[in-house]
């Protein structure tokens, strides 16, 4: 069972700017580079991809990373 703050941090929404949803989690670092790997891998839904926007190792040496959806180019 994971403790409460883990599953608390690994997910977090907010507006962005344009409107779009972007999305925060807070993960060790295997576990961040997976989740960025198979969201990024995805194919491009309803005419929108995702981005990383941000990516920074905190102290206690996870991970917190800001993926968001943006118009996905031709």
């Given amino acids: 069972m ?3 703050q883990d599953v608390a941090d690994a997910s977090d929404h907010r507006r ?3 409107d779009l949803v ?3 989690f807070t993960l060790p670092l295997e ?3 997976l ?3 198979d969201i990024l891998g995805r194919v491009p839904q ?3 991809r995702m981005i990383v926007e941000r ?3 905190l102290p206690d040496r996870k991970i917190e990373f800001t993926l968001r959806r943006v ?3 031709d």
């Fill in 46 to 48: 309803g005419g929108y």
């Fill in 2 to 4: 994971k403790p409460p």
């Fill in 55 to 57: 990516w920074q190792q």
């Fill in 31 to 33: 576990a961040a580079r």
């Fill in 16 to 18: 962005t700017a344009n």
């Fill in 35 to 37: 989740t960025v790997r």
């Fill in 71 to 73: 118009p996905a180019s």
């Fill in 22 to 24: 972007g999305q925060t």
